[in-house]
């Protein structure tokens, strides 16, 4: 018989409260109370506490604080990761981040579901469904990824967008709920070299 961890694993219907689960979730918050008691100045020893806690990590990161997740363990992040303060990750599922990814302050990412249901809602039951980020994504300040979307590589997400839908790749995206807008171009990068005088 699969434990409520195997279930919350494999997107199946599963219950919180389990005492393994519980225990997972007390080790993570306290990790991430440990983190976000760390000085700003003392980054070796508050990456340190994030390899322990992460479920894989490329070699370079930087993870302002404060930081908050469930579990630690479901999450991925790629090389040269960087996130702005407050990210909250709910990861019941898996939250896999690539490459060269930046993130704004207060991104909110959420695995976690429950049934629309009352009657269900109320067993205490709920589901989750994993959450993935492409290379090179830049997702604006107070964001919120729902769960099972997926973001293409390459792709801008603007300021207080709602993610209901998957965003494909190589686009501009923005809205409550998250739409695409266009597509970036060669003209993107001729206009940023030519505003600036670089």
């Not at 629309?116 to 993935?132: H, M, Q, T």
Request: proline share 6%.
């Amino acid at each position: 018989m699969a434990s409520e961890k195997e279930k919350m694993l494999t997107q199946k219907p599963y219950i919180p409260s389990d005492e393994e689960l519980a225990n997972d979730r007390l080790y993570a918050q306290s990790r991430c109370f440990e983190i976000n008691s760390i000085p700003p100045i003392e980054i070796s020893k508050r990456n340190d506490l994030y390899k322990e806690l992460l479920g894989s990590y490329g070699k370079k990161f930087l993870i302002e604080t404060p930081f908050h997740c469930d579990y630690g363990y479901n999450i991925h992040i790629g090389e040269n990761f960087y996130s702005n303060y407050n990210l909250v990750i709910l990861d019941c599922a898996e939250v896999t981040i690539g490459d060269n990814v930046m993130i704004a302050p207060n991104l909110g990412i959420y695995t976690a579901g429950h049934p629309i249901d009352a009657e269900n809602r109320n067993s205490g039951r709920e589901y989750a469904i994993p959450v993935k980020i492409g290379n090179n994504v830049w997702i604006g300040g107070h964001v919120v990824i729902n769960p099972g979307i997926s973001i293409g590589d390459n792709t801008v997400i603007g300021s207080g967008s709602i993610l209901t839908k998957d965003i494909p790749a190589n686009v501009i995206a923005a809205g409550n709920p998250c739409k695409v807008i266009r597509e970036i171009t060669g003209e993107d990068k001729k206009y940023y070299y030519k505003k600036r005088e670089l």
